[in-house]
């Protein structure tokens, strides 16, 4: 990656790319777009030409100072300086469009995805193996299990598979165009979206031959037959065999057919694995730097 102000970054080469890649979003000329992260403006400049407005939030010091000269003039274009992760995301409709940094994937995604008023589409540049697990293909419990705490909210899909030449310096990982649309009205209320991602999580996480198993202490036998006969899964199907639709199928009836107790049972999941991930990650850092 190459050393822009003192910090490293992989830039999109090609304008006329990056014109044909604008072609393949719903971005207009009514739109307020934000970009996380416009390096040396490449994008900046082309999102500028077709859309309304342009909000640029660059963390290097460096790049802003740069950027505020490169546009200097342009009205529909605002340069700020700031991480993304601690911007305030405005309260009307917007979209993203952006080349970020894949170090924060899973974090500019938390963010774009969870908060209050989300974007009506993001188009993301990220690694290909990130894009897997958000998009859940392939169709595993790993790439599974993102994907389904997604869905409900955001329809995801790779619009445009990268050459490595596209970017300057040549990356050592495969890169596309992820595109996330929300979907309007969500398939699951945002009053139970915690209990639906603690539910999936739990699901995922008990380590058990199938997941009839897995969810033994949530649905009693006959309840989990009935599911499976009306749902259409075989009864010892595993976790990752069933589709989003039988997904919401289990939660629905989780909602309205399980008591309170047992509803409980799974309150947390999410938050425990990420304690757990966290740790892991701790872990290893500081068996990196044994080393």
């Not at 649309?181 to 008990?206: G, W």
């Amino acid at each position: 990656m190459k050393k822009i102000f003192g910090r490293k970054y992989n830039f999109l080469k090609n304008s006329d790319l990056v014109k044909n890649l604008l072609k393949k979003t719903t971005i207009g000329s009514t739109d307020l777009v934000i970009e996380i992260g416009p390096g040396k403006g490449i994008i900046t400049q082309e999102l500028a030409a077709i859309c309304r407005k342009v909000i640029a939030i660059e963390k290097d010091n460096g790049l802003f100072l740069y950027l505020k000269q490169k546009f200097r003039g342009r009205e529909n274009v605002y340069i700020v300086l700031g991480d993304f992760l601690a911007y305030q995301l405005p309260n009307q409709n917007y979209k993203v469009f952006s080349n970020i940094p894949y170090n924060i994937t899973a974090k500019v995604i938390k963010k774009i995805t969870q908060y209050q008023n989300s974007p009506n589409n993001a188009y993301l540049i990220v690694q290909k193996e990130a894009a897997k697990k958000f998009v859940g293909i392939p169709y595993t419990s790993a790439t599974q299990m993102y994907a389904l705490l997604l869905k409900p909210w955001f329809n995801t899909e790779v619009i445009h598979l990268f050459k490595r030449t596209d970017f300057e310096p040549i990356p050592q990982v495969d890169s596309v165009l992820m595109h996330l649309k929300k979907r309007i009205p969500p398939f699951v209320e945002d009053k139970n979206s915690i209990l639906y991602r603690d539910f999936i999580v739990y699901a995922f996480n008990q380590w058990k031959p199938n997941l009839k198993l897995s969810l033994n202490k949530i649905f009693t036998h006959e309840q989990f037959k009935r599911l499976s006969d009306n749902l259409g899964f075989n009864i010892k199907a595993k976790p990752s065999d069933l589709s989003f639709e039988q997904w919401l199928g289990l939660f629905n009836y989780f909602l309205i057919g399980v008591e309170d107790s047992k509803k409980k049972i799974i309150i947390g999941s999410e938050y425990l694995l990420k304690r757990q991930q966290s740790q892991i990650h701790k872990i290893n850092r500081t068996s990196t730097r044994l080393r």
